[in-house]
């Protein structure tokens, strides 16, 4: 019986470097005093994009680093999350109708992103030891071979986030809850980082594909957003009344939300991981 020919892919990106560059920019950001709203948002950008190349590096970095660098990303993150939140959430808050509603709910987050903002800016110890910690895996990248990375090792790494994603999807059938729709979400924006990294190495073809991941991870972090902000909502006192026509404002747009996240995500995740990852070298391949 005559064995099938593998089909070849395309080269891969270079993740090593793309972790790296995004280590860069993220430190020079937070070495360049005072943390603008705008920076603490490309900051942690940068941090999800390094580490969803690191899940593209993960067979070839072996389990141990791999799990060390993406905690420490992932703390670097956390420790920043609290000002870019609050901002978030006012923004939320001001994109629903009906004004006056949620006045003192808007000066609450008003104050907490305040207090926040002006932590990170004093050059607290959060920023300082993020910067630290972001340079030390950013160097230990540097000794990683870049041949190490070849297709079969990024091509898992796209596939076990692809198959991380679409489990989560078959739960929220079941279990709508804000923490699947939550890792619906995190798993979707790593797919994105990678599609768009794909996407650069001659794999043009991936570009709507990317835009769609990203589409999707921007409808579901809108949602988790409000999800959030309701969260303050029935901690932050308010007339009995304000307080349910905001509910319900918040109630009417996670609805909508959620069913046009989860029509996209069912296109997105309709494949079983293998054929996934395998379309996506074949992509490379044609571009």
Known sequence: MTARRRIPCFDPPDVRRIARQSLAEAIALLEAPPLSDHAVHAVRKNLKRARAMLRMMRAGLGEEDYRNDNAVLRDAAHGLGA???????????????????????????????????????????????????????????????????????????????????????????????????????????????????????????????????HHLSDLLGDDHNLTVLSGKVADTPMAPGARKRLLARIDARHDRLVARALRLARRIYREPPAAFAARVGRRGLRS
């Open 83 to 213: 000002a870019r939140d609050s901002k978030v959430l006012l923004d939320t808050l001001k994109g629903l109708p009906e004004r006056g509603v949620g006045s003192a709910l808007q000066v609450r987050l008003r104050r907490e992103h305040a207090q926040s903002r002006d932590e990170l800016r004093g050059g607290g110890s959060t920023v300082k030891q993020a910067s630290n910690a972001l340079r030390t895996v950013r160097r230990r990248l540097a000794e990683e071979p870049a041949d190490r990375y070849d297709w079969p090792v990024v091509e898992r790494g796209v596939r076990q986030v692809y198959a991380r994603a679409r489990a989560t999807l078959e739960c929220i059938q079941a279990h709508p809850s804000p923490e699947n729709l939550h890792e619906l979400r995190k798993q979707t924006k790593y797919l994105w980082h990678q599609l768009e990294a794909l996407a650069t190495a001659r794999a043009r073809s991936l570009g709507a594909l990317a835009a769609a991941t």
